[in-house]
């Protein structure tokens, strides 16, 4: 899967569990007060289920934007196969 | 240097005299840096970039002498960052130049931000380029104060040479170093003075307190632009020589063990909020080295902090304070079998503290009232606010408005506030910002808010809206509205529109017109515990959090 494609797949996934309006690679923590502490614990456990992975607690503190986050999976996801 | 030397307040003024190493952050931090040139101090293992005490030290300088070329010793400087190399290299640059820094939460809406800066005189603010969209209508609109995004002083936290220690003017303990804005009863949030003493005389007694030392790594992952973050965290760790593992607060939940662990932590500081979220998720792992978690900032449920130890092994240190005593007065005892548990503990040697009736009385051990605090920790006052100071810092004593009681062994017990405040994941809120809000809206008519029982964050926020004769406005509207004005964290989960009530179609109030609160808490329990609730009042607590 691209990194485009991953973009597809996560975005309404985020943008359900964010309640914001579209998530692309300018989204950030920081500039989206909807992604807070709790929803970012819920968007990974829902990106989890999603892809079958497991996102590992030392990385998880550091997907603090759409481009880190869909890099990460990217990344993650390329291993598996 | 003893601190009863200093010119101090009333209200600054503790029995025992407090004596002081270091006058100001800068000798503070030049001392470590002198003592330990090649010590960590701050890690952050975001951008996994370290900083020894040394360079740290030489950035600051550098951050100093960056200001001073374009700001006037004295003035005030917002730093809009989250936890970044750059946020404390500004901060520590800005009070060695006698400057006062404003920090402030990123995540306020533009008009609370923009509040702060106008109020506090703001003339130099720092912010996050990512905060552009937000932020542009003030950058462009507020000609007289110059706006600088983090790439301006990103070279600053690089490795560099030149480093140069000059012309830094001499600060008095007493100078303030920081104005931390909480929430106000007038509708607007309120500067909290702090100065450089406030600073150094809390970190002092809490590093003793906990003794603190060379060997304390702290994990911060609560905001600096928070009093908990910057004095708990921060100055307590430099003020024992320590390091400190910075991480961003929004994103440290799950990672929270991991962090622990890997960093070999041996403290860190909590809202209850965190340990109520870290056990209904069911985050687990092993505490490492960490010798003790500080918690405080809203009321801890006796059952949650016993249920946490008991899962996890680690002591839980209780305490209380507030933004206008710096942070903490007072700590249940260190080592934990010394502690009494369901207590905030004894007051630190730095402070002193007295309960007190309606008649601002001392009681006696065992009777309720508000708990009164003084020290060189206590807070020069309020900033632009003499009515409000003059009553909250009075005969001598700052009243914190918190409601507990001292048993005879001298430890505190906090039982809640004595007037509507609500407490929101440690984020502390009045009705009247929201209040304030909800009165602009054409439609309504007046409103009252109040906080609510939340399984994780303590307290959610719900409001009461009386729509104008005719209006038809919904709920959904008035939370889209609320959206545009107040920061995420104090918006309303749910508005209810007392018109559509059956059982009470007007907000209830005095003989004098004040409306009556707690008759509104009463009120929505009523509705709350009845299943068949027409009005759906009932949600899923703690479905969304405070970042």
């Given at each position: 899967?691209?990194?485009?494609?991953?973009?597809?797949?996560?975005?309404?996934?985020?943008?359900?569990?964010?309640?914001?309006?579209?998530?692309?690679?300018?989204?950030?923590?920081?500039?989206?007060?909807?992604?807070?502490?709790?929803?970012?614990?819920?968007?990974?456990?829902?990106?989890?289920?999603?892809?079958?992975?497991?996102?590992?607690?030392?990385?998880?503190?550091?997907?603090?934007?759409?481009?880190k986050l869909v890099r990460y999976l990217h990344e993650t996801l390329k291993g598996k196969q | 240097m003893n601190v009863n030397?200093?010119?101090?307040?009333?209200?600054?003024?503790?029995?025992?005299?407090?004596?002081?190493?270091?006058?100001?952050?800068?000798?503070?931090?030049?001392?470590?840096?002198?003592?330990?040139?090649?010590?960590?101090?701050?890690?952050?293992?975001?951008?996994?970039?370290?900083?020894?005490?040394?360079?740290?030290?030489?950035?600051?300088?550098?951050?100093?002498?960056?200001?001073?070329?374009?700001?006037?010793?004295?003035?005030?400087?917002?730093?809009?960052?989250?936890?970044?190399?750059?946020?404390?290299?500004?901060?520590?640059?800005?009070?060695?130049?006698?400057?006062?820094?404003?920090?402030?939460?990123?995540?306020?809406?533009?008009?609370?931000?923009?509040?702060?800066?106008?109020?506090?005189?703001?003339?130099?603010?720092?912010?996050?380029?990512?905060?552009?969209?937000?932020?542009?209508?003030?950058?462009?609109?507020?000609?007289?104060?110059?706006?600088?995004?983090?790439?301006?002083?990103?070279?600053?936290?690089?490795?560099?040479?030149?480093?140069?220690?000059?012309?830094?003017?001499?600060?008095?303990?007493?100078?303030?170093?920081?104005?931390?804005?909480?929430?106000?009863?007038?509708?607007?949030?309120?500067?909290?003075?702090?100065?450089?003493?406030?600073?150094?005389?809390?970190?002092?007694?809490?590093?003793?307190?906990?003794?603190?030392?060379?060997?304390?790594?702290?994990?911060?992952?609560?905001?600096?632009?928070?009093?908990?973050?910057?004095?708990?965290?921060?100055?307590?760790?430099?003020?024992?020589?320590?390091?400190?593992?910075?991480?961003?607060?929004?994103?440290?939940?799950?990672?929270?063990?991991?962090?622990?662990?890997?960093?070999?932590?041996?403290?860190?500081?909590?809202?209850?909020?965190?340990?109520?979220?870290?056990?209904?998720?069911?985050?687990?792992?092993?505490?490492?080295?960490?010798?003790?978690?500080?918690?405080?900032?809203?009321?801890?449920?006796?059952?949650?902090?016993?249920?946490?130890?008991?899962?996890?092994?680690?002591?839980?240190?209780?305490?209380?304070?507030?933004?206008?005593?710096?942070?903490?007065?007072?700590?249940?005892?260190?080592?934990?079998?010394?502690?009494?548990?369901?207590?905030?503990?004894?007051?630190?040697?730095?402070?002193?503290?007295?309960?007190?009736?309606?008649?601002?009385?001392?009681?006696?051990?065992?009777?309720?009232?508000?708990?009164?605090?003084?020290?060189?920790?206590?807070?020069?006052?309020?900033?632009?606010?003499?009515?409000?100071?003059?009553?909250?810092?009075?005969?001598?004593?700052?009243?914190?408005?918190?409601?507990?009681?001292?048993?005879?062994?001298?430890?505190?017990?906090?039982?809640?506030?004595?007037?509507?405040?609500?407490?929101?994941?440690?984020?502390?809120?009045?009705?009247?910002?929201?209040?304030?809000?909800?009165?602009?809206?054409?439609?309504?008519?007046?409103?009252?808010?109040?906080?609510?029982?939340?399984?994780?964050?303590?307290?959610?926020?719900?409001?009461?809206?009386?729509?104008?004769?005719?209006?038809?406005?919904?709920?959904?509207?008035?939370?889209?509205?609320?959206?545009?004005?107040?920061?995420?964290?104090?918006?309303?989960?749910?508005?209810?529109?007392?018109?559509?009530?059956?059982?009470?179609?007007?907000?209830?109030?005095?003989?004098?017109?004040?409306?009556?609160?707690?008759?509104?808490?009463?009120?929505?329990?009523?509705?709350l515990a009845n299943s068949e609730d027409p009005e759906g009042l009932k949600w899923v607590l703690g479905s969304q959090g405070?970042?």
């Amino acid at each position: 899967m691209t990194v485009q494609e991953l973009y597809a797949e996560v975005s309404p996934i985020a943008v359900e569990v964010l309640q914001i309006p579209h998530f692309d690679s300018s989204v950030t923590m920081n500039s989206t007060p909807e992604w807070d502490s709790l929803s970012h614990v819920q968007l990974l456990s829902a990106l989890e289920r999603k892809f079958s992975i497991e996102i590992s607690a030392d990385e998880a503190f550091k997907l603090t934007s759409a481009e880190k986050l869909v890099r990460y999976l990217h990344e993650t996801l390329k291993g598996k196969q | 240097m003893n601190v009863n030397t200093l010119p101090l307040l009333p209200h600054q003024q503790a029995s025992r005299g407090v004596e002081l190493r270091y006058r100001n952050f800068h000798e503070l931090l030049k001392a470590k840096a002198d003592e330990a040139p090649a010590r960590e101090f701050l890690v952050f293992p975001e951008s996994d970039r370290r900083y020894s005490y040394r360079e740290f030290y030489e950035l600051s300088l550098a951050a100093a002498e960056w200001l001073g070329a374009r700001a006037k010793n004295g003035s005030t400087t917002c730093i809009i960052f989250r936890n970044t190399p750059e946020f404390l290299a500004i901060f520590f640059g800005a009070v060695f130049r006698g400057m006062t820094v404003v920090p402030v939460n990123p995540d306020l809406a533009a008009p609370e931000i923009r509040f702060i800066v106008e109020n506090s005189d703001g003339a130099t603010v720092f912010y996050d380029p990512e905060l552009e969209a937000k932020l542009g209508p003030l950058v462009g609109g507020m000609k007289h104060v110059a706006f600088h995004p983090l790439g301006d002083v990103a070279h600053l936290t690089q490795a560099d040479a030149g480093r140069i220690e000059s012309g830094l003017p001499e600060v008095d303990p007493t100078t303030p170093a920081a104005i931390i804005y909480t929430s106000g009863t007038t509708g607007y949030p309120k500067g909290v003075v702090l100065s450089h003493m406030n600073f150094l005389v809390d970190g002092m007694g809490m590093a003793e307190w906990f003794h603190f030392s060379p060997e304390t790594r702290s994990l911060c992952i609560l905001p600096l632009f928070h009093n908990n973050g910057l004095v708990v965290s921060m100055t307590t760790t430099l003020w024992g020589g320590g390091s400190i593992v910075m991480v961003d607060p929004k994103a440290s939940l799950r990672s929270f063990w991991a962090l622990v662990t890997r960093y070999h932590a041996t403290f860190t500081s909590v809202m209850p909020s965190i340990l109520a979220a870290i056990l209904a998720m069911g985050f687990d792992g092993r505490p490492g080295l960490l010798e003790g978690i500080i918690c405080g900032g809203q009321l801890l449920p006796l059952s949650l902090a016993q249920k946490f130890e008991a899962r996890f092994g680690v002591p839980i240190f209780e305490g209380f304070g507030s933004t206008e005593a710096t942070s903490y007065s007072c700590f249940n005892a260190f080592p934990a079998d010394k502690r009494k548990l369901g207590s905030v503990g004894q007051v630190l040697p730095i402070s002193d503290m007295k309960v007190v009736d309606e008649n601002d009385l001392e009681v006696a051990d065992g009777v309720e009232g508000e708990i009164c605090i003084r020290g060189a920790n206590v807070a020069i006052g309020y900033h632009k606010l003499p009515e409000l100071e003059a009553h909250r810092f009075r005969h001598g004593w700052y009243h914190s408005g918190d409601f507990g009681l001292r048993e005879k062994d001298g430890h505190y017990y906090f039982r809640g506030r004595r007037d509507d405040l609500i407490v929101k994941g440690g984020e502390k809120i009045y009705p009247a910002e929201i209040e304030n809000v909800l009165s602009k809206h054409a439609s309504v008519a007046e409103s009252a808010v109040i906080g609510v029982e939340d399984a994780i964050l303590g307290q959610e926020i719900c409001a009461f809206a009386k729509l104008r004769e005719g209006a038809t406005t919904s709920e959904a509207e008035l939370l889209k509205f609320c959206a545009q004005s107040l920061a995420r964290f104090k918006q309303p989960k749910r508005i209810v529109i007392i018109n559509r009530l059956g059982d009470m179609p007007e907000l209830p109030k005095g003989p004098t017109k004040k409306i009556l609160y707690r008759v509104l808490r009463d009120y929505y329990g009523r509705r709350l515990a009845n299943s068949e609730d027409p009005e759906g009042l009932k949600w899923v607590l703690g479905s969304q959090g405070a970042g």
